[in-house]
């Protein structure tokens, strides 16, 4: 049975960062690619970072340059670097695993950039 567990989220003011966590388990790691994504209220679910099995990375415009994904497989973990947090950036950002034609999801966790 796959598991995400994201961590890392919170309250935070605009312009200060923000690391988020992303722990699989049950699954082959190494092969899978790995997505962030967010939730704003009112607002459809939205790619923000996705790192694939060789590394590769790619960002929504809106957070380039601000943010980084990145993986250890040894420790079945991908990262999500937040700086220069904004207002905007508020939202339930969620883990996404695939691998072998399969997609999991995390339980998301929160974060808040005041102004």
């Known amino acids: 049975q796959v598991q995400l567990v994201e961590s890392g989220g919170g309250l935070v003011q605009a312009g200060g960062s923000l690391r988020l966590s992303c722990v699989a388990s049950?699954?082959?790691?190494?092969?899978?690619?790995i997505g962030w994504y967010r939730q704003a209220p009112g607002k459809q679910r939205e790619l923000v970072a996705r790192i694939t099995h060789s590394a590769s990375t790619n960002y929504v415009d809106s957070v380039k340059g601000r943010f980084t994904i990145s993986r250890d497989n040894a420790k079945n973990t991908v990262y999500l670097q937040m700086n220069s947090l904004k207002p905007e950036d508020t939202a339930v950002y969620y883990c996404?695993?695939?691998?072998?034609?399969?997609?999991?999801w995390g339980q998301g966790t929160q974060v808040t950039v005041s102004s």
């Open positions: 049950g699954t082959i790691f190494s092969i899978s690619t």
């Open positions: 996404n695993l695939q691998v072998l034609g399969n997609s999991y």
